[in-house]
């Protein structure tokens, strides 16, 4: 097993269970696995699954991470409102201060998140339990 830090399934989710599934279209996580593992190379810890909104895209544009435009040499076609995407937890939670968090998976949302974001925080923004 990784120690919940590979790509491996071993990976928990923030309420300590099985990390499910973020998403697959489009295909999310910093390994595009789908979920949002995390391990050593993830310096951004792609931890927290969100569903975009048209006020996060453009909160996150303005802070230089623009998510929203096509990059075809990445093949990422952009997100778009009700895309859910593994964000990096620190980008979540400046989001999250600055009043444009977007609604998270707890059962998708990797235990690794908590290292940079409140459970209390994310439960407040949770669409699931």
């Given amino acids: ?6 790509k491996g399934e071993s990976q928990r989710n923030v309420l ?3 990390l499910m599934v973020c998403s697959t ?10 979920c949002c593992h995390t391990g050593p190379q993830d310096q951004g810890s792609h ?7 048209e006020e996060f895209l453009s909160f996150s544009k303005a802070a230089g991470n623009d998510l929203s435009t096509p990059r075809p040499e990445f093949e990422f076609a952009g997100l778009k409102p009700g895309d859910q995407w593994c ?23 990797n235990m690794a ?3 940079f974001c409140a459970l209390e925080h994310l439960k407040a923004h949770a669409v699931d339990g």
């Fill in 25 to 34: 279209d489009p295909v999310t996580g910093f390994y595009r696995t789908g």
């Fill in 1 to 6: 097993m990784d120690g919940g830090f590979g």
């Fill in 47 to 53: 931890t927290v699954c969100a569903v975009m909104t």
């Fill in 113 to 115: 998140s908590l290292r």
């Fill in 87 to 109: 964000l990096c937890a620190t980008r979540w939670e400046q989001a999250r201060q600055a009043g444009k968090a977007p609604r998270v998976r707890l059962n998708a949302t």
């Fill in 16 to 18: 300590g269970g099985e």
